[in-house]
């Protein structure tokens, strides 16, 4: 590298300069496989998001199979259709119920975290109270998939 150099460049100033451009490139290098690293792992996370989606999806259809499977007996059944139906609405709820979801208490006051007023009716029961449901609602863990549109109590005609 010194024959690249002017004769005039003093030694003292090159060595530093030498020893920058090699720490440069030292960190260059570990800086690109960091950045390889990083895009491999970015990767890694995704196929497995992807293959964990897939797993839970798998299991939910396993779980609702037997309702098709009672779906099609109350079908064919020419039996008590209501009983048909009956079935398949236990069997339902509980592959959901196996899978979290839970239906929102309506009972007491209107809580507008968790229930949707949709109207407002003088009535005996106390002002803001829940008097008819119209739409259950429902969770999944800690979250509202729907709230539950409720009719609620305007307390009594004055």
Do not use: C, W
């Not at 109350?74 to 259709?81: K, P, R, S, V």
């Not at 507008?112 to 009535?123: D, F």
């Not at 803001?128 to 609602?137: E, F, M, Y």
């Amino acid at each position: 590298m010194s024959s690249d150099l002017p004769e005039e460049v003093d030694e003292e100033v090159v060595d530093p300069l030498v020893q920058a451009l090699k720490e440069r490139e030292e960190y260059l290098d570990a800086l690109q496989r960091l950045k390889a690293e990083f895009d491999n792992y970015r990767k890694r996370v995704a196929r497995e998001e992807a293959v964990l989606a897939a797993r839970a999806s798998q299991r939910l259809v396993g779980d609702l199979l037997p309702v098709l499977d009672d779906l099609e007996r109350a079908l064919n059944h020419e039996g008590d259709i209501e009983e048909g139906v009956r079935l398949v609405h236990r069997a339902l709820a509980s592959a959901l119920g196996k899978e979290g979801l839970v239906e929102i208490e309506t009972d007491g006051k209107f809580d507008p975290h968790t229930q949707e007023a949709l109207l407002s009716q003088p009535s005996e029961a106390e002002e803001g109270t829940v008097i008819q449901v119209l739409q259950k609602g429902y969770r999944l863990g800690d979250r509202v998939l729907r709230p539950a549109r409720v009719i609620i109590s305007a307390g009594l005609e004055a």
